[in-house]
């Protein structure tokens, strides 16, 4: 007989945690903790290179990754930012357009079946006690996706799904996390920017384009990005739906850090993970 020991890394072994439960993302201005409740919210995160947006979705990736009731869709163009969490997630997209197309329709099939499933059950949403997991939608950057790879058409698509995903998805437990370091109306359609609940913009470069990812106007009231310094890396402004800006930090971790939670992750899914393609895995085949 053959056992497996669990990594050790540094991770303590404890209670597994929930998507319904608030994420620790960083501290404010005044050193107080700060947590967005992301099971029934979508979020937006747009800034310039270097500004930490790749930290405040390891942030996330790290709290799905040990949810006992997550499952995890990875698109990364890069490959890099997201790459760590790989052996974690049920599908990870690297720099192909019809891959990331098709799971966005698989995905868009799981949402139809599990409001059909809530419509026959008199509900309006998903909750912890239902026994379904939480498909949590990770995509670092937008752009490569909706303006760089594929034909004008597949990006269109690419956008129509995106946007079905996030308008729809998290009363279905599918809530979508998105960055792009290329804040414009092109890439971030006032349309689409408004359906997220949690909106955080990192340094950018001219007031119009922290306008683009905070909402209108606020630049203009003094919750402007281009406030922050470039080497304050990982400062941001957070809103959160019917809120107003809040300046934070969000908490960074090492590629160390996050191998060690990423290698513990990966053993704890062990019993859920399957060889099979991912047309065959529950939340990511036609099943609710």
């Known amino acids: 007989m053959t056992t497996t020991t669990a990594p050790t890394s540094g991770v303590p072994v404890g209670p597994g945690l929930s998507m319904f439960d608030p994420i620790f993302v960083g501290i404010d201005e005044f050193g107080q903790p700060v947590y967005i409740t992301l099971a029934y919210r979508n979020l937006l995160a747009g800034g310039e290179p270097g500004g930490g947006k790749s930290g405040l979705l390891n942030c996330i990736a790290a709290h799905a990754a040990l949810s006992v009731d997550s499952r995890l869709v990875l698109l990364d163009g890069k490959l890099v930012e997201l790459g760590q969490w790989e052996d974690c997630a049920d599908a990870f997209i690297g720099p192909d ?15 139809n079946n599990r409001y059909a499933w809530l419509r026959a059950h008199g509900r309006r949403k ?3 006690l239902d026994g379904l997991t939480v498909i949590t939608v990770l995509v670092d950057e937008i752009a490569f996706y909706s303006a760089t790879v594929g034909s004008k058409q597949e990006q ?9 995903l996030v308008a729809r998805g998290r009363a279905a437990g599918i809530p979508v996390v998105a960055a792009t370091q290329r804040p414009s109306f ?10 997220f609940g949690y909106r955080a913009a990192f340094r950018c470069t001219t007031p119009n384009s922290s306008n683009i990812v905070l909402g209108h106007g606020w630049a203009e009231q003094g919750y402007s990005a281009t406030d922050i310094q470039p080497t304050n890396q990982g400062a941001a402004y957070l809103i959160a739906e019917g809120g ?17 939670i990423a290698d513990y ?24």
Do not use: C
Request: cysteine-free; proline content about 6%.
């Open 126 to 128: 998903l909750t912890a």
């Open 186 to 195: 092109d890439i971030i359609p006032t349309s689409l920017r408004d359906l």
């Open 265 to 288: 992750a990966a053993w704890i899914r062990r019993p859920n993970r399957l060889s099979a393609p991912d047309s065959h895995r529950p939340d990511l085949g036609l099943a609710a």
């Open 244 to 260: 107003v800006p809040r300046r934070i930090k969000v908490a960074y971790l090492t590629d160390g850090q996050i191998a060690g």
């Open 97 to 111: 357009i019809t891959e990331a197309l098709a799971v966005l329709r698989r995905l868009q099939v799981v949402m």
């Open 156 to 164: 269109e698509e690419f956008v129509a799904l995106l946007r079905d």
